[in-house]
Protein backbone atom coordinates (compact mmCIF):
# COMPACT_ATOMS: atom_id res chain seq x y z
CA UNK A 1 0.00 0.00 0.00
CA UNK A 2 1.30 3.64 -0.62
CA UNK A 3 2.40 6.12 1.98
CA UNK A 4 0.33 8.88 2.60
CA UNK A 5 3.07 11.18 0.99
CA UNK A 6 2.81 8.86 -2.54
CA UNK A 7 -0.99 10.08 -2.61
CA UNK A 8 -0.50 14.04 -2.34
CA UNK A 9 2.13 14.19 -5.34
CA UNK A 10 1.85 13.19 -9.25
CA UNK A 11 4.92 13.04 -11.31
CA UNK A 12 4.36 13.30 -15.16
CA UNK A 13 7.51 12.92 -17.52
CA UNK A 14 7.70 15.53 -20.18
CA UNK A 15 8.79 13.96 -23.41
CA UNK A 16 11.92 15.43 -25.44
CA UNK A 17 11.38 18.64 -27.09
CA UNK A 18 7.99 20.05 -24.56
CA UNK A 19 8.96 22.60 -22.05
CA UNK A 20 6.65 24.05 -19.33
CA UNK A 21 6.32 27.29 -17.36
CA UNK A 22 4.06 28.39 -14.79
CA UNK A 23 3.28 31.80 -14.72
CA UNK A 24 0.69 32.32 -11.32
CA UNK A 25 -2.07 30.37 -12.45
CA UNK A 26 -1.55 29.89 -15.86
CA UNK A 27 0.43 26.75 -17.13
CA UNK A 28 2.38 27.26 -20.82
CA UNK A 29 3.47 24.22 -22.63
CA UNK A 30 5.91 24.61 -25.59
CA UNK A 31 6.48 21.93 -28.24
CA UNK A 32 7.57 21.00 -31.95
CA UNK A 33 3.49 21.54 -32.96
CA UNK A 34 3.24 24.45 -31.10
CA UNK A 35 2.38 26.18 -27.75
CA UNK A 36 -0.69 26.23 -25.45
CA UNK A 37 -1.71 28.13 -22.85
CA UNK A 38 -3.90 27.25 -20.29
CA UNK A 39 -5.47 28.16 -16.98
CA UNK A 40 -4.68 26.29 -13.73
CA UNK A 41 -7.58 27.24 -11.83
CA UNK A 42 -7.38 25.00 -8.52
CA UNK A 43 -6.37 26.70 -5.22
CA UNK A 44 -5.84 23.18 -4.14
CA UNK A 45 -3.08 21.98 -6.40
CA UNK A 46 0.30 23.49 -7.37
CA UNK A 47 2.44 22.88 -9.98
CA UNK A 48 6.32 22.54 -10.42
CA UNK A 49 8.37 22.59 -13.41
CA UNK A 50 12.30 21.20 -12.86
CA UNK A 51 14.77 18.28 -14.46
CA UNK A 52 11.95 17.87 -17.35
CA UNK A 53 9.50 16.54 -14.74
CA UNK A 54 6.14 18.42 -13.69
CA UNK A 55 5.31 17.45 -10.35
CA UNK A 56 1.36 17.97 -9.52
CA UNK A 57 1.30 18.62 -5.35
CA UNK A 58 -2.16 18.31 -3.68
CA UNK A 59 -2.91 20.34 -0.93
CA UNK A 60 -6.15 18.36 0.56
CA UNK A 61 -6.45 15.69 2.48
CA UNK A 62 -4.85 12.65 0.44
CA UNK A 63 -7.11 10.24 1.78
CA UNK A 64 -10.17 11.55 0.31
CA UNK A 65 -11.50 9.83 -3.30
CA UNK A 66 -12.29 13.28 -4.45
CA UNK A 67 -8.74 14.71 -3.90
CA UNK A 68 -7.11 11.88 -5.50
CA UNK A 69 -9.57 12.30 -8.94
CA UNK A 70 -8.54 16.21 -9.31
CA UNK A 71 -5.01 14.79 -8.98
CA UNK A 72 -5.44 12.24 -11.25
CA UNK A 73 -7.45 14.77 -13.71
CA UNK A 74 -4.88 17.20 -14.17
CA UNK A 75 -2.17 14.67 -14.01
CA UNK A 76 -3.94 13.36 -17.41
CA UNK A 77 -4.41 16.87 -18.29
CA UNK A 78 -1.07 17.75 -18.68
CA UNK A 79 0.16 14.17 -20.65
CA UNK A 80 -2.33 15.61 -23.12
CA UNK A 81 -0.72 18.74 -23.34
CA UNK A 82 2.15 17.25 -23.95
CA UNK A 83 1.45 14.42 -25.90
CA UNK A 84 -0.69 16.40 -28.24
CA UNK A 85 2.50 19.16 -28.43
CA UNK A 86 4.39 16.24 -29.87
CA UNK A 87 2.07 14.23 -32.31
CA UNK A 88 -0.98 16.24 -32.90
CA UNK A 89 -4.20 15.68 -32.45
CA UNK A 90 -6.89 14.71 -35.22
CA UNK A 91 -10.63 14.60 -35.44
CA UNK A 92 -13.39 12.87 -38.12
CA UNK A 93 -16.49 13.98 -39.13
CA UNK A 94 -19.21 12.75 -42.26
CA UNK A 95 -21.26 14.84 -44.13
CA UNK A 96 -24.84 13.40 -44.31
CA UNK A 97 -26.37 14.75 -46.94
CA UNK A 98 -30.03 12.96 -47.79
CA UNK A 99 -32.48 14.83 -48.64
CA UNK A 100 -30.73 18.24 -49.86
CA UNK A 101 -27.09 18.59 -50.94
CA UNK A 102 -25.26 20.25 -48.00
CA UNK A 103 -22.34 22.53 -49.12
CA UNK A 104 -19.75 22.55 -46.53
CA UNK A 105 -16.97 25.17 -46.35
CA UNK A 106 -14.11 26.84 -44.09
CA UNK A 107 -13.86 30.57 -43.85
CA UNK A 108 -11.45 31.83 -41.71
CA UNK A 109 -12.13 30.50 -38.35
CA UNK A 110 -15.70 29.01 -39.15
CA UNK A 111 -17.26 26.00 -40.41
CA UNK A 112 -20.04 27.38 -43.24
CA UNK A 113 -22.73 24.86 -43.80
CA UNK A 114 -25.25 25.85 -46.87
CA UNK A 115 -28.52 24.20 -47.93
CA UNK A 116 -28.44 22.40 -44.64
CA UNK A 117 -32.35 20.94 -44.83
CA UNK A 118 -32.94 23.22 -47.73
CA UNK A 119 -32.56 26.23 -45.38
CA UNK A 120 -32.06 29.80 -47.24
CA UNK A 121 -29.22 30.80 -44.92
CA UNK A 122 -25.94 28.99 -44.02
CA UNK A 123 -25.14 27.79 -40.64
CA UNK A 124 -22.07 28.77 -39.21
CA UNK A 125 -19.92 26.85 -36.55
CA UNK A 126 -17.25 28.43 -34.62
CA UNK A 127 -13.99 26.69 -34.80
CA UNK A 128 -12.51 26.66 -31.16
CA UNK A 129 -8.74 28.71 -31.33
CA UNK A 130 -5.76 26.51 -32.13
CA UNK A 131 -7.98 24.00 -34.22
CA UNK A 132 -7.94 23.69 -38.10
CA UNK A 133 -10.74 21.94 -40.22
CA UNK A 134 -10.15 20.54 -43.60
CA UNK A 135 -13.06 19.20 -46.15
CA UNK A 136 -12.09 16.34 -47.72
CA UNK A 137 -15.64 15.08 -49.84
CA UNK A 138 -17.98 13.97 -47.47
CA UNK A 139 -15.62 14.09 -44.55
CA UNK A 140 -14.30 16.81 -42.59
CA UNK A 141 -10.86 16.57 -40.85
CA UNK A 142 -10.79 18.83 -37.26
CA UNK A 143 -6.65 18.68 -36.52
CA UNK A 144 -4.79 20.89 -33.78
CA UNK A 145 -2.40 20.10 -30.82
CA UNK A 146 -5.08 20.01 -27.65
CA UNK A 147 -7.43 16.93 -27.58
CA UNK A 148 -9.81 19.20 -25.48
CA UNK A 149 -9.80 21.81 -28.52
CA UNK A 150 -10.69 19.68 -31.33
CA UNK A 151 -12.91 17.99 -29.26
CA UNK A 152 -14.93 21.00 -28.36
CA UNK A 153 -14.78 21.53 -32.10
CA UNK A 154 -16.55 18.71 -33.23
CA UNK A 155 -19.30 18.64 -30.70
CA UNK A 156 -19.82 22.68 -32.18
CA UNK A 157 -20.13 21.56 -35.41
CA UNK A 158 -22.66 18.48 -34.59
CA UNK A 159 -24.91 20.79 -32.49
CA UNK A 160 -24.92 23.61 -35.48
CA UNK A 161 -26.61 20.58 -37.88
CA UNK A 162 -28.96 19.45 -34.86
CA UNK A 163 -32.40 19.24 -36.55
CA UNK A 164 -35.61 20.34 -34.86
CA UNK A 165 -39.02 20.36 -35.85
CA UNK A 166 -38.30 17.67 -38.29
CA UNK A 167 -38.63 13.43 -37.23
CA UNK A 168 -35.11 12.31 -36.94
CA UNK A 169 -35.95 8.90 -37.98
CA UNK A 170 -36.46 10.27 -41.47
CA UNK A 171 -34.26 13.25 -41.53
CA UNK A 172 -30.84 12.28 -40.87
CA UNK A 173 -28.69 14.75 -42.18
CA UNK A 174 -25.85 16.47 -40.52
CA UNK A 175 -22.32 16.47 -40.18
CA UNK A 176 -21.56 13.33 -37.44
CA UNK A 177 -18.49 12.50 -35.67
CA UNK A 178 -17.60 9.09 -36.87
CA UNK A 179 -13.38 9.25 -35.42
CA UNK A 180 -13.03 10.68 -31.51
CA UNK A 181 -9.94 13.61 -31.18
CA UNK A 182 -7.37 10.90 -31.28
CA UNK A 183 -3.12 11.45 -31.16
CA UNK A 184 -1.95 10.97 -34.51
CA UNK A 185 0.41 8.29 -35.10
CA UNK A 186 3.66 8.75 -35.16
CA UNK A 187 5.66 8.45 -37.76
Not at 108 to 124: A, D, M, Q, S
Amino acid sequence: MSSESDRTHAVVELPKGVTFTVHGRRLVAKGPLGTIERPFPSDVLALKVSGGKLTLTLGLAPGRRASQALLGTWAAHVRNLARGLTVGVEAKMKVVAAHFPMKVAVKGEELVIENFLGEKYPRTSHLVRGTKAQVEGEFVILSGTDVEQVGQSAANIERTTRIRDYDPRVFQDGIYLTERAHFKEAS
